[in-house]
């Protein structure tokens, strides 16, 4: 699944894609788990437009007025957070665009069906390729088919031919580092640290062990100072993910807050290619084989989340 992210990015890149919507000067993603993320991915890659992401049942009350772009993305179709905020921007009547595996939703303006029959967050590259798409379609943002085809190869690259590629080379050595720990994995503000909750989200679901993620240089003004020796800190272990374009004081930064952190620093993993979405690729895929890795060296199956699901049904029964 991993290795078939870079085919998912060329269906992105290649797909047909028609939006019936008035350009919009803000937009609100509204997805939850391994869609949700495709929201953030957005906001991370075009930092000039305004691009919110809503991981809940209702939309901002400022929605009312400032009339943005809704885009509801629901791998399933069926995600009740994700449906409930996309009736309340009915209601209010806001321009509506989806992206699902199951077919419209409704009778929003503009719909994306992306190929069904995996997890959500194995879906990567159809979902956050597809929104970029879709977001394109309705002359929000620019064109991101050079960069998905960017992110493309890259995803290749590192994986190789049979997940003996650098990327991999590197993932097994971070998984052997990891191995016994709490990872914790830090980015800087934009790409690196969508990335960095992308790892944490990856390491909970494929290795079913509990992961934290954290974005420099919030984490230099709260979380550095509450290491203070205890034996539970020392079971964790810190990867810093790295971009070229972060702030030059924020490398600074990275440097100190390994100095400074009780849990060793383990690891660092750069960014790969040049446009945004590719370095972000790039980090996200050494992320996802870490993740698998892990999982291997636990004896896991990296596919179930039979919690997860347990806890939708128990929702659905109590609707």
Not at 172 to 195: C, K, Q
Not at 216 to 243: C, F, K, M, T, Y
Not at 250 to 277: H, I, N, Y
Request: hydrophobic share 45%; net charge negative; glycine share 12%.
């Amino acid at each position: 699944m991993i290795k078939g992210l870079s085919a998912q990015l060329a269906w992105a890149r290649d797909a047909v894609v028609e939006a019936r919507v008035v350009a919009a000067d803000e937009v609100l993603v509204c997805g939850m788990g391994g869609s949700g993320i495709s929201g953030d991915v957005a906001a991370a890659v075009n930092p000039g437009t305004r691009i919110g992401v809503v991981k809940d049942y209702r939309l901002p009350a400022w929605a009312a007025s400032a009339r943005p772009l809704v885009a509801v993305v629901t791998y399933s179709g069926a995600t009740e957070e994700s449906l409930s905020a996309l009736a309340e921007a009915r209601s209010l009547g806001l321009d509506v665009v989806s992206l699902s595996s199951s077919g419209p939703l409704g009778d929003e303006q503009g719909h994306l069906s992306v190929p069904g029959g995996l997890q959500p967050r194995a879906a990567f590259g159809y979902l956050a390729g597809g929104l970029l798409r879709l977001l394109h379609g309705a002359g929000v943002i620019a064109d991101p088919r050079p960069g998905i085809e960017e992110a493309g190869g890259v995803v290749d690259l590192l994986c190789g031919a049979d997940l003996d590629g650098p990327g991999a080379e590197l993932a097994a050595d971070l998984a052997t580092a990891l191995d016994g720990r709490i990872p914790l994995v830090y980015g800087s503000a934009g790409l690196s640290g969508v990335a960095a909750y992308r790892w944490k989200t990856q390491v909970n679901e494929n290795a079913k062990t509990p992961a934290f993620a954290g974005v420099l240089p919030e984490v230099d003004h709260n979380e550095l100072a509450g290491w203070r020796g205890s034996d539970q800190e020392r079971r964790l272990a810190i990867v810093h993910l790295r971009d070229r374009e972060e702030d030059p004081r924020v490398d600074r930064r990275f440097q100190l807050t390994k100095e400074l952190s009780l849990p060793p620093t383990v690891g660092q993993v750069w960014s790969q290619g040049t446009e945004a979405l590719a370095r972000l690729f790039s980090l996200t895929t050494v992320g996802d084989l870490t993740s698998l890795f892990l999982a291997e060296g636990a004896d896991v199956d990296p596919v179930e989340v039979e919690v997860l699901t347990r806890l939708k049904h128990r929702m659905q029964e109590d609707a």
